[in-house]
C-alpha cells in the first residue's frame, strides 16, 4: 500500500512539473502552437516507446537474466551429481534387472551430438525398466541417502530451484526414497508388498534421475567441454569407464 502511495504521488508530481514548464515554455515564447505540436509529436511517440521498451528491449533482458540465472542453477545441480546424482545412478543400476540394456544406450557419450542426447532422453522415458528390491542392497542405499539427507535439504531451500520444475520433482523423489528407508528399521525382514512399494519409489527417482543427468551432461558439453571431458570419463553408465586420460 505505501509503495502504490510513493508511486501515485511521484506521478503526481510529475505531471505537475510538466504543466508548470509548458506554462513556463508559454510564459516566454507566447506559441502556443508550437506547444501543442511537440506536445502531439511526443504522444504520438509514445506507443513505439512502449514497444521499444516493453516488447524488445524488457524481452532481451529477460532472455539474458534467465540465462544467467539457468548458468546459476546448472552450477547448483552439478553440485548435487557431484554430491549425490553420480552414486545414485550406481546404486538405482544395480536394482535394475535390465541395466545391462540401458547402459548399451547411454555408453559412448563422449562422441555424442546434441541429436544423439535428444534422442536417448526420449528411448530412456519409454526403457522398461524391471526395478527389483532384491537385487540390490537396500541397507547400503539407506545409508548414502541418510548421510546426504542435510545435503538433499539445503537444496530443497535453495529459491532458484523453484525454476527449474523437472529438477525439483528429482529432489522430492529422491528425498521421498530417503524418507521411507529412514522409517524402515528392518529392510530385510519387510514383506514383499512392502518391497514393491520401494521399489517403486526407487524407479520413480531412478527414471526422473537418468533423464536430469542426461540434460546436465548436454549442458556440459555446449558450455563448459572441460567439465564434459571429466563427465563422459567417469560415466556411471560405462563400465570401461575411468578417470584417467588414455
Not at 536394482?95 to 532422453?121: H, P, Q
Not at 512392502?194 to 536430469?212: C, P, Q, S, T
Request: hydrophobic share 45%; proline share 3%; glycine share 4%.
Amino acid at each position: 500500500m505505501r509503495k502504490i502511495k510513493w508511486q501515485l504521488i511521484l506521478g503526481i508530481s510529475l505531471a505537475v512539473l510538466s504543466a508548470a514548464l509548458y506554462s513556463v515554455h508559454f510564459l516566454i515564447f507566447r506559441d502556443s502552437r508550437h506547444i501543442f505540436i511537440y506536445l502531439l509529436g511526443d504522444v504520438a511517440f509514445l506507443p513505439i516507446e512502449v514497444l521499444l521498451v516493453t516488447l524488445i528491449i524488457d524481452r532481451v533482458l529477460s532472455v539474458r537474466e534467465k540465462r544467467a540465472m539457468l548458468d546459476k542453477l546448472n552450477m547448483v545441480i552439478g553440485a548435487f551429481f557431484s554430491e549425490v546424482g553420480l552414486r545414485l545412478l550406481y546404486h538405482f543400476s544395480s536394482f535394475d534387472l535390465n541395466a545391462s540394456n540401458i547402459k548399451k544406450e547411454l555408453s559412448g557419450i563422449d562422441s555424442w551430438k546434441d541429436r544423439d542426447f535428444d534422442r536417448v532422453k526420449l528411448l530412456v522415458k519409454k526403457f522398461k525398466y524391471s526395478v527389483s528390491p532384491r537385487s540390490g542392497n537396500l541397507e547400503a542405499l539407506k545409508g548414502f541417502l541418510t548421510n546426504k539427507r542435510a545435503f538433499l535439504l539445503r537444496l530443497l531451500e535453495n529459491p532458484n530451484l523453484l525454476e527449474h520444475e523437472k529438477f525439483t520433482e528429482l529432489l522430492w523423489a529422491v528425498f521421498h526414497l530417503t524418507e521411507e528407508l529412514e522409517y524402515r528399521k528392518g529392510l530385510d525382514a519387510s514383506p514383499e508388498s512392502d518391497l514393491n512399494h520401494i521399489a517403486g519409489d526407487i524407479k520413480r527417482a531412478y527414471v526422473i534421475l537418468i533423464g536430469e543427468w542426461l540434460e546436465y551432461i548436454k549442458h556440459l558439453k555446449n558450455s563448459y567441454p572441460y567439465l564434459f571431458s571429466l563427465a563422459s570419463r567417469i560415466n556411471p553408465f560405462d563400465e570401461n569407464a575411468s578417470p584417467i586420460v588414455r
